[in-house]
């Protein structure tokens, strides 16, 4: 009976994140339009002035379009983590989440039923770009399509719980989209997942510092060599440890009896 309510709680979980994805279409257009500015405008004039060496995984000389790609893919998991948080700002306050978080299942486990729910609908995403991309000429292995799923799961489960951890501080819907700003656009920006590392350090070592400790360079850089059927074990680990870190976290910060919803008050502390 436990292992069935719990499964229950799984696929209503997902069925409802599934919904309110096709329900709102907007959502799923909007983020394909941000990759997909990049890759038809702004990688069409970065090709001409950015020179690009031969570097792992790559084999051979390559447009900027193929480099570019994988941190595309990276910032569509990045906005949907971000996204999915904000729908827990909301839940967690007058949404299906309010009722979940005072049932009798633990706490970490419906936090986790989320964030795999919004896992999927991010890799739902990520492969119509991808499909739209093989029209703009961005063609890796066949076999990448498939060898990428495990590299998508597991940055979609960091960068996920990295929202959810924010999203453990926010008490309203407000403020959120003012943190996303802060956390997205640096995370985007101070990684290779528009410049490799090297070109970065050409300019500033200091900021290529920065991008090589950055979590989302590391999921780029996961999503890059799985893409092209290579394995980053060190971007692997890097990944695994941040979610960890994170997932841990978002687990303590919504625990009624020590995370900061106790301390501030709301619905954790019904639980």
Avoid at 160 to 176: D, M, T
């Amino acid at each position: 009976m436990n292992a069935t309510l719990h499964w229950r709680c799984l696929r209503a979980v997902i069925v409802r994140e599934g919904l309110r994805f096709v329900h709102q279409r907007e959502r799923f257009f909007a983020a394909l339009v941000r990759p997909l500015v990049w890759l038809a405008i702004f990688a069409v004039g970065f090709r001409a002035v950015l020179g690009l060496s031969i570097i792992p995984p790559y084999e051979t000389y390559i447009l900027y379009e193929d480099y570019v790609t994988p941190g595309l893919v990276a910032m569509i998991q990045l906005f949907n983590g971000m996204q999915s948080s904000l729908s827990m700002v909301y839940d967690r306050e007058m949404g299906s989440m309010k009722t979940l978080l005072v049932s009798p299942l633990p706490r970490w486990y419906l936090l986790v039923c989320k964030l795999l729910a919004g896992v999927l609908v991010s890799i739902a995403q990520v492969y119509v770009f991808l499909a739209i991309a093989w029209f703009w000429g961005v063609q890796p292995p066949e076999l990448g399509y498939l060898a990428v799923l495990p590299a998508l799961v597991l940055s979609g489960l960091m960068l996920g719980a990295l929202g959810l951890l924010l999203s453990s501080f926010i008490r309203q819907l407000e403020n959120f989209a003012g943190v996303m700003n802060f956390v997205i656009f640096p995370m985007f920006f101070a990684s290779s997942a528009l410049y490799p590392l090297w070109r970065i350090r050409e300019g500033s070592p200091t900021l290529a510092w920065i991008a090589g400790i950055n979590p989302f360079t590391q999921a780029v850089e996961l999503i890059r060599f799985a893409l092209y059927l290579q394995f980053n074990g060190p971007a692997f680990l890097a990944v695994a440890a941040c979610l960890a870190l994170f997932l841990g976290g978002a687990i303590l910060a919504y625990d009624p009896g020590r995370g900061f919803w106790a301390r501030r008050g709301g619905p954790a502390e019904q639980g």
